[in-house]
Nanobody, 123 residues
Framework: QVRVVESGGGLVQTGGSLRLSCGSSARILTRNAVAWFRQAPGQEREFVAG???????SYADSVKGRFTISRLDAQNTASLQMESLKPEDTAVYYC?????????????????WGQGTQVTVSS
């Protein structure tokens, strides 16, 4: 069974930085699009950033200029570097692998979700 695993969440002050990582138990990251989503309490899960296997990226307007998604296929990993964090970035962050990439719009894969990692930004 393929597993997707996130790591790197934590507690940080406003203006701080965190780096999230996503890996999988099989080489499903390679040649597939990868994306990060987040879900805050009482809210729906929302798209944060995505990267196509060619390197093309897409970001939610709320994180543009602050977050950077990258991938390292040789290590079967993808990362989300988060800078200038704000309290409204507080959420559980999920990695999704193998979704459908359509001109920068990412439709998540139904199965390949990680368990999530908590990011908390204190004011």
């Amino acid at each position: 069974q393929v597993r997707v695993v996130e790591s790197g969440g934590g507690l940080v002050q406003t203006g701080g930085s965190l780096r999230l990582s996503c890996g999988s138990s099989a080489r499903i990251l390679t040649r597939n699009a990868v994306a990060w989503f987040r879900q805050a309490p009482g809210q729906e899960r929302e798209f944060v950033a995505g990267i196509h296997w060619t390197g093309s990226t897409s970001y939610a307007d709320s994180v543009k200029g602050r977050f950077t998604i990258s991938r390292l296929d040789a290590q079967n990993t993808a990362s989300l570097q988060m800078e200038s964090l704000k309290p409204e970035d507080t959420a559980v962050y999920y990695c999704n692998v193998g979704g459908n990439w359509n001109g920068g719009t990412y439709i998540p894969h139904r199965t390949f979700w990680g368990q999530g990692t908590q990011v908390t930004v204190s004011s």
